[in-house]
């Protein structure tokens, strides 16, 4: 077998269009665009082009963003402060902080300033809350952009078996939610799983975001299955590469991202959705209520 290689920038480009007609019919009936405010502290190499993309990514769909820089030796309550300021804004529809934030600083009491309503990066506890009972306002950028290659793709998940490799609270976890939500039984590797291959036989859906190249080989695929590289890794020779033995996994799998060119490009474009999202929520709330006001 010789897996579909699923085209995620081809898959995000559809959406990010999706996005900007939303916008644009948002601007026409309500007289203004959607905002995201995205916050940084320090000057983390990563970070930056990591904000960087997400600031063009919004240019591009007609999202007004605004960019909010301190320098690593700011203070916590300062940026609590900034973060408040910006949920009490009502232009401003959707707030992201980029992490990692400085080793001092406590990340629950950052993201746990950021109004539920504006966390468009889902990482606020009621939203991590919302994807346990299945009901969450924003889904976290990364595994929400594989739930729409899956959709995208017509792969239906109800009844597989799917298998997590990774979990940590960005990816991994909520990722397992996600397919659980959408009746798949799930099962959840880690780094301290013992014997991998027993679990990543079984997948009929098996998604990986635990940065380790080569963690997964052709042998520990079950033949046909759905393969998801969430991975990102950068080898000595400065080639980008996912978590996958991409010729090996390709002869098994019946389908598989690429790395660079799956996941990758979902992320932005599903911040760029849910920020949307927000928008047209708050919007069409505040024309609601001077409704009834003025009734
Ligand atoms: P993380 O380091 O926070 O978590 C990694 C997880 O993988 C942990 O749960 C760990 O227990 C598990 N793990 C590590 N080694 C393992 C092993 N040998 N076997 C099984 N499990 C193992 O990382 P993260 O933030 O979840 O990111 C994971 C990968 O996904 C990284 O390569 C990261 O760059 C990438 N990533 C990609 C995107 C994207 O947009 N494509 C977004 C976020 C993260």
Known sequence: MTAKIIDGK????????????????LEKRYGRAPGLAVVMVGDNPASTV?????IRACHDVGIRSERIMFPATVG????????????????????????????SFSI??????????KDVDGFHLYNV?????????????????????LEHEGIEVAGKNAVVVGASNIVGKPMALMLMQREATVSICHARTTDLAQYTILADVLVVAAGHPNLILGPMVKSGAVVIDVGINRLANGKLVGDCDFEGVS?????????????????????????????????????????????
Do not use: H, W
């Open 50 to 54: 990591y904000v960087r993309n997400k």
């Open 10 to 25: 081809n898959v995000a480009q559809a959406v990010r269009l999706d996005c900007k007609r939303r916008v644009e019919s």
């Open 129 to 149: 809350g919302g994807l346990v009972v299945g009901n969450t306002v924003f889904p976290p950028c990364t595994p929400y952009g594989v739930m729409k290659l």
């Open 76 to 103: 916590e309550d300062e940026v609590v402060r900034t973060i408040a300021g910006l949920c009490a804004n009502p232009v401003v529809d959707g707030i992201l902080v980029q992490l990692p934030l400085p080793k």
């Open 251 to 295: 002869k098994r799998a019946s389908f598989l991202t690429p790395v660079p060119g799956g996941v990758g490009p979902m992320t932005v474009t599903m911040l760029l959705v849910n920020t949307v999202n927000s928008a047209e929520r708050a919007l069409s709330r505040a024309a609601s209520s001077m409704v009834s006001a003025s009734v």
């Open 108 to 117: 629950e009491r950052v993201l746990g300033a950021i109004d539920a309503e």
